[in-house]
């Protein structure tokens, strides 16, 4: 596979795993705090973690799927099993993005 132009055989596995992901259409997410689905293992602190709600866009969107909700993104807000209370479209996305983001720092 050619990824900008460079020939991911040519690239260390270790190398290429931290610094390659790939965000799926069904993303998985954890019930629980938002911190929670961010970082499982407990390794960042919450500037960490809020920089990467950050760089992902996320924590400017609204939470829950209502239209009409007013309550900001935090890393309390509580994520439903499967991300039923985020919209069906970016929100899960960016929060793996986030996660992503959060894991290479």
């Known amino acids: ?5 460079l020939d991911t ?3 260390n596995l270790s190398s290429l795993r931290t610094n ?3 965000i799926p259409q069904d993303p998985i997410l954890l019930s629980g705090s938002l911190r929670y689905n961010l970082d499982p293992f407990e390794e ?3 500037a960490v973690l809020n ?3 950050h760089a992902s866009g996320l924590s400017s969107l609204q939470a829950g ?4 909700s007013a309550m900001t993104i935090t890393l309390d807000t509580i994520v439903s ?3 039923s209370n985020m919209s069906q479209g970016a929100q899960p996305r960016l ?9 290479s720092t």
């Open 44 to 46: 960042n602190d919450d």
């Open 81 to 83: 099993s499967g991300g």
């Open 1 to 5: 596979m050619i990824i900008d132009g």
């Open 51 to 53: 920089d990467a709600l």
């Open 20 to 22: 390659v992901t790939i």
């Open 65 to 68: 799927a209502d239209e009409n």
């Open 95 to 103: 929060l793996l993005l986030a996660r992503r983001v959060s894991f």
């Open 9 to 11: 055989r040519n690239i």
